[in-house]
């Protein structure tokens, strides 16, 4: 179930990570939310420069606690304007927030080594708010930007990113914002990051992986029942986006995509599937896939797959 050569460190942050992950998953679909916040260590933003990037959080619409955290690498001081990466955690679509511990990192070591300006999103959470409560919050954010453009940002080169839920909330922000005409944003790409998609069927690599760390079938298909409208079931668009349920994409206006997975991930398939479905409908995709990768490989630097990771998000976010 582990992929080879797993440094001790990783192995044990994810094991307790799942620990607390069951334990806050409730048998009547609630998550409990205080238990999951002893994991979920929270980090304040900053004006003060941490490697190289200061952070700010942005008020969208305090109604619904819809804001998000703002990451500005030092390189942008001089005055050169920076791609836009309008990102979304991942989660299962009820836990995490942009202030985690783990996002507040990963977000600023994309900020910094890529570099861009970072926009990661408070999205509301299931089962409190199911599907499509956080796809209409991203693309709330997007009019957001649209209207409001961050001084040291070039929105004509903006980037929907997302991992695992967020790869899929991802997907479908990107499709709905098709549908609107922006007048200072421009969607130049999208880069779902090992996302979260399913379906009645079972495939194979949930079959063999079904164990597997973090998205055990039995958590994925937990946090689908949280995230799915009621009475739904997996075969729902929102999870099965090129399944029996789906409606034709093929007229969609949809940016070209890089599609990130690994060969220890049990939403490998799903992911396969969803790559194929693009492509059938005329979308232009890339692939990078690491065999040796587990679902979250990028969230940890010490892992070789992470840097090779940064390195295709830069080549497709500054195309020679
Ligand atoms: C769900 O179960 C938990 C723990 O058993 C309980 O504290 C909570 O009130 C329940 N929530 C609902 C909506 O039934
Ligand atoms: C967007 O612009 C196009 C072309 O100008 C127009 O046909 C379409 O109705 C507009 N869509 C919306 C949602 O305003």
């Known amino acids: 179930m582990w992929p080879p050569n797993l440094p001790w460190k990783v192995r044990l ?10 334990a806050s998953f409730q048998r009547n679909g609630t998550v409990n ?20 990037v200061t952070t700010s959080d942005i008020t969208v619409d305090p109604s619904r606690n819809l804001w998000f955290r703002y990451f500005l690498p030092s390189d942008a001081e001089a005055g050169e304007k920076l791609p836009v990466i309008v990102y979304f955690h991942g989660g299962g679509f009820v836990m995490l927030s942009p202030s985690s511990q783990l996002f507040d990192d990963f977000c600023r070591r994309l900020a910094k080594e890529l570099p861009a300006v970072i926009v990661s999103v408070n999205y509301r959470l299931a089962p409190e708010h ?25 929105l004509t080169r903006c980037y929907i990113v997302g991992d695992s839920a967020g790869g899929n909330i991802a997907h479908h922000v990107t499709a709905r914002a098709g549908e609107h005409n ?3 944003l421009n969607i130049a790409g999208v880069i779902p990051i090992q996302p979260y998609f399913g379906g009645e069927e079972r495939t194979e690599s949930e079959s063999q992986l079904a164990g597997a760390p973090l998205v055990s079938v039995e ?17 729902h668009p929102a999870a099965n986006v090129f399944g029996p349920k789906s409606s034709d994409v093929s007229g969609l206006k949809f940016p070209k ?34 065999p040796n990768a587990m679902h979250s490989f990028y969230a940890f630097p010490e892992l070789p797959e992470s840097t090779l990771f940064m390195r295709e998000l830069q080549d497709f976010i500054y195309p020679q």
């Open 182 to 184: 922006f007048t200072n």
């Open 257 to 290: 995509s890089l599609v990130f997975m690994g060969g220890f991930d049990p939403l490998r398939d799903w992911q396969v599937s969803y790559c194929e479905g693009l492509k059938d409908n005329g979308k232009e995709v890339k692939v990078v896939d690491y």
């Open 130 to 154: 199911r599907c499509p409560a956080s796809y209409e919050d991203g693309v709330d954010v997007l009019k957001f930007l649209d209207e409001n453009p961050p001084a040291n940002a070039d």
């Open 13 to 22: 942050f994810v094991t307790a990570f799942g620990f607390f992950t069951d």
């Open 219 to 235: 958590r994925t298909d937990w946090c689908w029942k949280a995230f799915l409208p009621e009475g739904s079931d997996r075969d």
């Open 33 to 52: 939310r205080r238990f999951i916040n002893l994991i979920d260590f929270k980090v304040s933003p900053s004006d003060k420069r941490v490697n190289g």
